[in-house]
């Protein structure tokens, strides 16, 4: 396995721009939030506000439990909460200079991690199967 | 990177063992299924029968997607709809003296993978987290 050559990709290069990431706005609710979950089919989307900058994650898991009562989940909820009031804010981030070695350790942890340019605006994310497909390549030579 | 010694690792070490993996049953009902998925926090798991013989994989954007109506999310359908009406019947199964390698390319487009003993029995999973963290620590040395 040829570490150095993986080593050397750039992060521009691999990561999926925010273009093509699906996303919701710091002031949606939780039933469009849903709905935007589902119909992309991604289980995590990343928090965007109007100028693009990053606050936090929304996932389908902490919507649920956030309308989850003592006897059942309680879905009329949904139209009254919002995305901010939710939103996991420990989003892992790192900057479009960062090193691939620094990203496969958060990758560790995390199904994938937001790309920022120097002025804190979303670039894009970064997944895990992006780097298993380069590491995969890399462990066949 | 050594990959050699990665590659040597065996699945048993790797995987998580059938006792610690959330998963529901054939017969349980949407409700039942998504109430597992978000007191477990998990978007994804397995699918058994009473036999512990693995039939499937149900995920919370497959149980949405289900009641997705015209207008709405019908949450009112989750008590009368079957897991197995739904779930994705094509999950990543290896057998349990698979290589390692085998599973890393299967990894690239699903976050866990299947283990199961030669009478299909169901054993544990692997993730794509474990093998991020061996792929790690060779890549380090
Ligand atoms: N429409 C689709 N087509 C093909 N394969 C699909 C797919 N939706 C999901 N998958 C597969 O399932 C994995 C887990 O998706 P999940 O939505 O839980 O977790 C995703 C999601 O939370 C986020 N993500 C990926 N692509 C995204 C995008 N374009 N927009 C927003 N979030 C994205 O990054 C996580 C990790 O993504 P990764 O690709 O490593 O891993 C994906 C991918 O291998
Ligand atoms: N309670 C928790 N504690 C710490 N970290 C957590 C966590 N729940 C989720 N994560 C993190 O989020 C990743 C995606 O979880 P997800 O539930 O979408 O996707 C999971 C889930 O569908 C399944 N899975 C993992 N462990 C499981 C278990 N014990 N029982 C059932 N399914 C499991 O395998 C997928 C990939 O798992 P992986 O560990 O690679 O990746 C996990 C892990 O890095």
Redesign the pocket.
């Given at each position: 396995l040829h570490s150095g050559e993986f080593l050397e990709i750039n992060i521009r290069d691999l990561m999926?721009p925010s273009e093509?990431?699906?996303h919701v706005q710091v002031k949606n609710n939780l039933e469009h939030a849903l709905l935007v979950l589902t119909k992309?089919?991604?289980?995590?989307?990343p928090v965007l506000d109007p100028h693009y900058k990053l606050h936090g994650l929304i996932s389908t898991p902490i919507i649920m439990e956030s309308i989850l009562g003592l006897e059942r989940i309680e879905f009329e909820k949904l139209e009254e909460k919002k995305v901010e009031e939710v939103m996991n804010e420990d989003v892992p981030r790192i900057s479009i200079d960062a090193s691939i070695q620094s990203s496969l350790e958060t990758l560790i942890d995390h199904?994938?991690i937001c790309i920022e340019s120097s002025d804190g605006i979303f670039e894009g994310?970064l997944?895990?199967?992006t780097v298993l497909f380069h590491l995969n390549k890399h462990i066949k030579k």
């Open positions: 999926i093509r990431v699906a992309s089919g991604y289980t995590a989307i199904p994938f994310i997944t895990r199967r």
